[in-house]
């Protein structure tokens, strides 16, 4: 067939990490690859219970479709938690039901990028958003990063010298991939900047419920005054994946345009699993279950980081996030990650190599990887093997 498909299909590509999940299927594999949730931590009885209460009281409504916007109960449960926890104004209105967050990514693409427009993003940035906004005609600029964030001041010169900026997207919390925080000071500078030079402000932020050690940071959404920033959350890390509802937050009249988009797109979410998660919220201790799964991941974060102190070569480095799913690693300059995942992979272990965590390409000599879904003792296998791999290909 010689189909005339939409230009945007020639700058897309399959996404790395996806095809790389196809090779881990095989139960040998050891995979430090997906951002997978450690599924023995998922909550079945419960959400099973919650299933089954919300069949028996109101199976019609659930079986049935509901507003784009999505369940009431659920959508208040969100702003509330918002308002509580960082003294937000938030009601039910500034705030809609998505597919997972990288739902409200796609969305972003459709309400905000014209082809050629500029976002600006961290330098590496989440793969999937790339892949995300790249659909839509957006160019990348990578913004210097550091161990607390987007470095200002290079933040305030590619302003000032780059045309078509139309956003600035960001993961301030234990980043994917490298799995750093924003420090509180960059986060209102931010917001500063967003609010001086009117630039939306899109605040990815899946993993903020996964703070293992140090202080509570407040979203910079929290220090948006004209209200150009817009947040996502998740319930795909704190609850299951599987089910795929997260949301995405902000002013009200911005939220309407997504709206309007996400009926173009397939016009709502699930309405039984929206009621099942608000029963499951209104029936168990939501902070509970996150304790659980924090205590898991504190316990296999500490493990990864010992097992590499001890393991990989003094001139390989890697990050120590204090929350989230994942590590990054930076191996000598002359060294090519991809290369070094072919070997991996002979030996049944996997990762993402951080290549593709650049718009623009380059440090080939950087990975990631997840330590929230591998038991304990594969880890710790895992990690050793790799670091067996390392000192053969160095020598070669």
């Known amino acids: 067939m010689d189909l005339r498909y939409a230009e945007r299909m020639s700058h897309l590509k399959a996404s790395e990490i996806r095809e790389i999940l196809k090779i881990t299927q095989n139960p040998e594999v050891i995979s430090f690859a997906g951002g997978l949730p450690a599924p023995e931590l998922f909550p079945v009885k419960e959400i099973e219970t919650a299933s089954t209460a919300v069949l028996r009281r109101s199976g019609e409504t659930a079986l049935q479709y509901t507003t784009t916007e999505g369940y009431d109960p659920l959508r208040e449960w969100i702003a509330d938690r918002y308002n509580k926890r960082y003294g937000m104004h938030f009601d039910k209105d500034n705030v809609l039901i998505v597919h997972g967050s990288q739902q409200a990514l796609d969305l972003t693409g459709k309400v905000f990028i014209d082809p050629g427009d500029v976002i600006l993003c961290e330098s590496p940035t989440y793969l999937a958003a790339i892949t995300a906004f790249r659909a839509y005609g957006a160019d990348f600029v990578g913004v210097p990063t550091d161990d607390d964030g987007m470095i200002i001041s290079e933040l305030r010169r590619i ?13 301030p919390n234990f980043q994917n991939p490298t799995g750093r925080t924003w420090s509180m000071e960059r986060r209102k500078e931010l ?15 899946p993993y903020g419920e996964i703070r ?10 929290s220090f948006d005054g004209p209200g150009n920033v817009l947040i996502t959350g998740t319930f795909s890390k704190i609850l ?13 009249d911005a939220i309407r345009k997504y709206v309007l988009t996400k009926q173009g797109a397939d016009l709502q979410c699930n309405t ?52 989230g799913l ?44 997840n330590f929230s879904n591998m038991p304990d003792e594969r880890i710790t296998e895992g990690l050793e093997r790799l670091a067996g791999v390392i000192r053969s290909y160095r020598q070669n």
Request: aromatic content about 10%.
């Open 240 to 252: 299951c994946p599987g089910f795929r509802i997260g949301w995405i937050a902000g002013d009200k």
């Open 159 to 171: 302003i000032k010298d780059t045309k078509r900026i139309k956003a600035i997207y960001v993961i």
């Open 326 to 369: 994942f590590a990054w690693v930076t191996l000598p300059e002359r060294m090519n990650s991809r290369d070094l995942l072919t070997k991996s992979l002979e030996e049944n272990v996997a990762f993402v190599p951080g290549g593709s965590f650049f718009p623009d390409g380059g440090h080939e000599n950087t990975f990631r990887i």
């Open 212 to 221: 293992f050690e140090g202080e509570d940071i407040p979203p910079v959404k």
């Open 272 to 323: 039984f699993v929206q009621m099942v998660i608000s029963e499951f919220l209104g029936t168990n201790d939501i902070d509970h279950h996150i304790r659980k799964i924090k205590d898991v991941y504190l316990k296999r974060r500490d493990l990864a980081v010992r097992t590499m102190e001890e393991n990989f070569p003094a001139d390989v480095t890697f990050t120590r996030p204090s929350g």
């Open 191 to 205: 917001a500063e900047i967003s609010a001086e030079n009117n630039i939306v402000v899109i605040e990815d932020d």
